[in-house]
Each structure stands twice: as C-alpha cells, then as structure tokens.
C-alpha cells in the first residue's frame, strides 16, 4: 500500500512537472513574441513632434541644437552600456537594453552646435550672450514641451537627456505597456 501511494505521489508530480513545464515554455514563447511585435523602431509620434518644436524654439532664442540620440534598438543600448566596462570608453549609460526610455522610442539628447558646425557638450555655454547657459535654457524649453530632464535627477545627472514617460515606469513598458499615439 504505501508503495502505491509513493508511486502514485511520484506520478502525479511528473505529470504536474510537466504541465508546467509545457506552460512555462508557452508562456515564454508567448512573452517573446509580444516583445517582439510591440517593441517600436522609431520615435514616438508626439516625442518626434516635440523634438522638432524644441529644437525650433531654441533656434527662435539664438541656440543651435543638435540631437544626437533617439531611438535606441536594444543592440544599441547594450553597446553604450558596454562603454567603460568591457569595451573602450566613458561609461555613459547605466541602463542595458530594454532599460532606457530610448529603447521605447520616449526619449531624445541633444548638444550645442556651433556656427563652424562642431558640437559641444558644454553646460555653462552663454552663446547666445542673454547672460543665460543655453544648456539650461534648452532644458527649460524642452520641460516647458512635456519631456522630464536628466539633469534634474538626483543620482544621475544626464544633462543631454530629455524623456516623455506619459506616465508609464520601465517596468511597465518591459511588460508591454504603451502610451496612445495622440495628445487628449
């Protein structure tokens, strides 16, 4: 008798094994192909929108802006994060793939260009003589559009980078979630 029960308890867990053997493998199967389908290549419509009107209104005040980043596929993100660990380079970023804004199309950086066409990273640049840093002066207009400024975090500080979450967390986005293509 209690060789069948242990027999019985050891078939019964195989069969439960498998079940959620064949569910795990459905549901990760499942998950990919979602990541796949619903992960953007561009820029979102409205931060595409808003990119274009930061960078003309920061003209309308003298500052010549170029942006140097938008969206960043995950092979992208994982070589800048890279950057100062295994590879050459500063560290940049601390997010790896699937971690950044970028990589949902919902953020942008930019830099200062000057009339010979170099571009420099140089916040406390007064180009435009208003006895203003341009740098801040961007970052004013971009926060004035809706975007949210590196340079206001309090860990890291990521001047260059402006993002829209519309509300969404990384971890939201990661799960699938994403914002409607138009202002309400």
């Known amino acids: ?95 790896e793939a699937g971690e950044s804004y970028h990589n949902y199309g919902l953020a942008i950086d930019y830099a200062l260009r000057l009339d010979d066409g170099s571009v420099v990273w140089d916040i406390e640049r007064d180009g435009n003589g208003n006895g203003e840093s341009d740098w801040f002066e961007v970052a004013a207009i971009g926060k004035n559009l809706g975007f949210d400024w590196g340079g206001d975090w309090q860990r890291f500080k990521d001047y260059p980078h402006l993002e829209m979450t519309f509300g969404l967390s990384i971890r939201e986005l990661q799960q699938g979630w994403r914002p409607e293509d138009k202002m309400e």
């Open 1 to 95: 008798m209690k060789n069948t029960k242990t027999a019985f308890s050891i078939l019964f867990l195989l069969v439960l094994g498998g079940f959620l053997f064949i569910w795990l493998e459905k549901e990760l199967a499942f998950r990919e192909e979602l990541e796949q389908r619903t992960l953007p290549t561009g820029l979102h419509p409205i931060v595409e929108e808003k990119r274009d009107l930061l960078v003309a209104q920061a003209a309308e005040i003298g500052i010549d802006i170029l942006i140097t980043d938008g969206y960043r596929s995950p092979e992208e993100q994982d070589g800048l994060h890279s950057q100062g660990r295994s590879s050459s380079g500063s560290i940049v970023t601390y997010a």
